[in-house]
């Protein structure tokens, strides 16, 4: 269980997919795109006979462990999306990201959700001088194109958030800071509400075709959505379509106002820096520190287990790096420690998509940036399978197809080198303070 939910009332869970069912959408996953499809979808026509088929409990995926950061961050960059599909076409994703935040925190006030919503925006700092050029190639690339991402000073980034041998960063205003437990329970009670049936602990065994098949029953519906993100290898026939890739946090007890004085986050601003070795971070409702970031290995043949949650090595190195950012923790404790994977596709395209001839939709690769993206996910879904025109079907990810990920052992080989890489890449640049070179292979094998 992750932080997010052990703050929570206890529930029991739902009932369990007793025998047969019909329906008119079936989605495999009770997670932010499952339920973001639903919801959307109930509202579009409260007739539509929705079930939702969840293995576990509600969130109890990434919706439940993730950073809480709904940023207008995609998989792929602007630039990169523009070299893929055109300026137009990049734009328009954009857009749709940005307002997609706003959406959020619309239904979450809608619909009663109090999921401590907090939009400052995202700083994220430049430590070395190999990473203040990367803040500076990052801004004169959304310079480019227009989009709302400044470069700060020493000062003005450090007033923002006060962590050490900071030299610059950047701003953005297009994300929230949320508590991801507490938006995926009042989501799913949302669409309990207009009518969709939640089963819980009821895992997918095979997804085809008109029907989704279960130990103990098979939903038959004419459309089938898979919205099982980094637990889609464990289908039959899908274990090289997406590579669970593991992220862990760790938490602080909230911390005193005279520790807030220095460290700032007034806005509860979420923020992170440029290094490779991807951090992410926020200052929750109760002024605790919540902290993450990757380097837990990937498992061979993709392999999901909940002993993987748990790795001390990570969970020690990242309380190295917060301490390291805010020296004014001084030896505070770790309150709580948690993890799961997400999901990542080969070419890091996240996509949506409805294949017309056999009612299959789908939706995933978020590469950790799903808060949000999931959203516009559920909304895109819900027009693809009501027919509606709308500019969300005709945005640059829907109906594309990511490649196959490699066969093992080189899926397994390929994942862990990069992951050495990026560690290597962030000591060599911590020495020398210029970029280093390896980092461009790295970019290469990710195939971002």
Not at 37 to 45: G, K, N, R, S, V
């Amino acid at each position: 269980m992750s932080f997010w939910m052990s703050v929570l009332p206890e529930l029991p869970p739902r009932a369990a997919l007793d025998g047969g069912a019909e329906a008119d959408v079936c989605i495999v996953g009770a997670g932010y795109t499952g339920l973001w499809t639903a919801y959307y979808l109930a509202l579009a026509d409260p007739a539509l006979r929705i079930v939702v088929l969840e293995a576990e409990t509600a969130g109890f995926g990434a919706s439940g462990r993730n950073g809480g950061w709904c940023s207008a961050l995609f998989p792929k960059s602007v630039g990169a999306l523009d070299r893929m599909f055109g300026r137009d076409a990049a734009l328009a994703l954009n857009a749709a990201m940005e307002s997609t935040v706003d959406e959020v925190g619309r239904v979450a006030t809608a619909e009663g959700i109090d999921c401590d919503w907090a939009k400052g925006g995202t700083v994220v700092l430049a430590r070395t001088g190999a990473q203040l050029a990367r803040a500076r190639a990052d801004v004169a690339e959304a310079a480019e194109f227009g989009l709302d991402l400044v470069l700060l000073s020493a000062a003005e980034a450090r007033a923002r958030v006060g962590a050490t041998e900071v030299l610059g960063g950047t701003y953005t205003p297009h994300c929230a800071a949320i508590q991801p437990a507490k938006l995926a329970r009042g989501l799913a009670e949302a669409c309990e509400r207009r009518g969709v049936r939640i089963y819980e602990r009821s895992p997918v065994t095979r997804l085809a075709a008109g029907r989704a098949e279960t130990p103990s029953g098979t939903v038959r519906a004419p459309i089938v959505v898979r919205a099982t993100e980094g637990f889609t290898p464990r289908l039959p026939g899908f274990r090289r379509s997406i590579a669970p890739l593991y992220s862990l946090m760790i938490a602080t007890e909230p911390l005193p106002a005279e520790f807030w004085a220095a460290a700032g986050l007034a806005r509860r601003e979420t923020f992170a820096d440029f290094r490779h070795m991807i951090i992410y971070g926020q200052r929750t409702a109760d002024d605790r520190l919540a902290f993450g970031g990757r380097g837990a290995p990937y498992h061979y043949g993709s392999t999901i287990d909940p002993a993987f949650d748990r790795e001390p090595r990570v969970f020690a190195e990242l309380r190295r790096a917060l301490g390291e950012l805010f020296p004014a923790l001084g030896d505070v404790p770790v309150a709580a420690t948690w993890g799961g994977p997400l999901g990542v596709a080969r070419d890091w395209m996240a996509s949506v998509g409805l294949d017309p001839a056999t009612g299959l939709a789908w939706a995933g690769g978020y590469v950790g940036d799903g808060v949000a993206t999931t959203n516009l996910a559920g909304r895109t879904l819900a027009d693809l399978i009501t027919r509606t025109g709308s500019d969300l079907v005709r945005l640059p990810w829907v109906g594309h197809r990511s490649p196959r990920w490699e066969p093992e052992p080189l899926r397994w080989l390929g994942v862990n080198a990069s992951l050495r890489l990026m560690g290597s890449a962030d000591s060599a640049e911590a020495r020398s303070g210029r970029t280093a070179r390896r980092a461009a292979l790295m970019s290469r094998m990710l195939g971002g």
